[in-house]
Each structure stands twice: as C-alpha cells, then as structure tokens.
C-alpha cells in the first residue's frame, strides 16, 4: 500500500513539474502568451488536486 501511495504522488509531483518546465519553456522563447498562461492554469490544478491526494493518503495511513 505505501509503495503504491508513493508511487502516485511521485507520479502527481512528476507531472507538475513538467507542466511548470513547459510553461517556463514556452515563456522564454517568446511563445503564446495564451499558451503559456493555459500551461499556468493546469499547473495550479494539478498542485491541487496533488495536495488533495497527499491530504487523502495521509488520513489513510492514520
């Protein structure tokens, strides 16, 4: 149970760090400010719904 709780936040915080590193990216080449801000958004989403799923584990595991 603990390998597979590590496993999907590793996974969550895996996940928010290459939107964060493509909304930099796409920032500093000069990309769409849309495009950019759109990856911003999903950042913050993803942050959230990580954070919900740590909060969630640790209830869990008591």
């Known amino acids: 149970m603990h390998s597979?709780?590590?496993?999907?936040v590793?996974?969550?915080?895996?996940?928010?760090?290459?939107?964060?590193?493509?909304?930099?990216?796409n920032m500093l080449r000069g990309g769409s400010p849309n495009?950019?801000?759109k990856l911003m958004r999903w950042r913050v989403g993803l942050q959230f719904a990580v954070i919900v799923i740590i909060m969630g584990i640790?209830?869990?595991?008591?």
């Open 4 to 8: 597979l709780s590590n496993l999907i």
């Open 35 to 37: 495009g950019s801000q």
């Open 10 to 25: 590793a996974t969550g915080v895996g996940a928010v760090t290459i939107v964060l590193l493509l909304g930099l990216i």
């Open 58 to 62: 640790l209830w869990l595991r008591g």
